[in-house]
């Protein structure tokens, strides 16, 4: 099993989300988040000058079987990509367990 965790644009969260269940990704969880990226500048937006040290982002985490991996990593990048900086990233860890915990059973099959 894999755990993976993408930080994407708010903007994009709606695509990201329908590309995820369109894969056949049902379940995950989300949360708004401020981080640092790497643009030091600031913008200018209708007169008004903003920084963008501070970025509002989403991040996601998925728990998927490792045969899902592939295929909802290519789902995440083809829906969140801008092809600007501050798109975000994707971060994969190895699971080593998990429990439903409804009834107890444990393994692959509690994620389905």
């Known amino acids: 099993m894999k755990k993976i ?10 695509v990201v989300k329908e590309a995820l269940h369109e894969v056949g990704v049902n379940f995950f969880s989300y ?8 643009e030091k500048e600031g913008h200018v ?11 509002q982002r989403r991040h996601l985490a998925i728990v998927v079987n490792d045969d899902f991996e592939e295929i909802t990593i290519k789902a995440i990048l083809k829906s969140a990509a801008t092809g600007e900086v501050g798109d975000g990233k994707i971060t994969v860890s190895d699971i080593t367990e998990c429990y439903r915990i409804r009834t107890g059973e444990k393994g692959g099959e509690t994620l389905r």
């Open 5 to 14: 965790e993408a930080i994407i644009r708010k903007s994009k969260f709606r």
């Open 31 to 38: 949360w708004d988040v401020t981080g640092i990226g790497n």
């Open 45 to 55: 937006y209708r007169g008004v000058s903003y920084s963008t040290s501070d970025i």
